[in-house]
């Protein structure tokens, strides 16, 4: 079964017949991680950041942000029986999708944000897939915790 995870959306799951995919990361974060001992899995597509612009929108949905959705994602992954020490964590986008002259280069503080949060609590990634200028789609199978990500090259 294929699970969308959809933008500023995050799912977790435990079952080994699940594939959860994410489409058209732009300047988009798409995070995976996966315990291979527990067999959880889980994925998030945050949209910016951070949510102190906008606490409001955090508080209804904790997943469009980097700083509230990342431990989100870690939280529920740990009530299904993941262990910190087993999880190997992919991360993947954070594109420059305007041609690189973007005011706001929303995909290099997405790539910045991931890389902080990650590591002021000691997860290093096994994969970065990381800026550039194309879109990318990630899956995780939840069954062999492997994680595919393709690229689709756009023309400006």
Same mark, same amino acid.
């Given at each position: 079964?294929?699970?969308? &995870?959809? &933008?500023?959306? =995050? ?7 699940? !594939? %959860?995919?994410? $489409? ?13 001992? /527990? ?7 945050? %949209? =910016?950041?951070?949510?102190? *612009?906008?606490?409001?929108? /955090?508080?209804?949905? @904790? ?7 990342? @431990?989100? %994602?870690? +939280?529920? /992954? $740990?009530?299904? #029986?993941?262990?910190?020490? !087993?999880?190997?964590?992919? &991360? /993947?986008? #954070? ?8 005011? *706001? +280069? ?24 990381? #800026? ?7 899956? %995780?199978?939840?069954?062999? #915790? ?11």
């Amino acid at each position: 079964m294929k699970i969308t &995870v959809g &933008v500023a959306d =995050m799912k977790i799951s435990t079952d080994a017949k699940t !594939r %959860l995919a994410t $489409y058209s990361l732009g300047s988009c974060i798409g995070i995976t991680i996966y315990d291979p001992l /527990a067999r959880v899995g889980g994925m998030l597509h945050y %949209l =910016m950041p951070e949510s102190r *612009f906008d606490r409001e929108k /955090a508080v209804e949905n @904790p997943f469009r942000y980097a700083d509230t959705g990342i @431990p989100a %994602l870690f +939280k529920e /992954a $740990y009530k299904k #029986g993941a262990q910190k020490d !087993r999880i190997r964590v992919v &991360v /993947a986008g #954070g594109a420059c999708t305007r041609g690189g002259s973007g005011v *706001f +280069k929303v995909g290099e503080l997405n790539q910045q944000a991931a890389r902080r949060i990650l590591a002021r609590n000691r997860i290093k990634p096994g994969y970065i897939d990381l #800026g550039g200028n194309v879109s990318r789609t990630v899956t %995780l199978d939840i069954g062999t #915790g492997n994680v595919t990500i393709s690229s689709l090259i756009c023309q400006y």
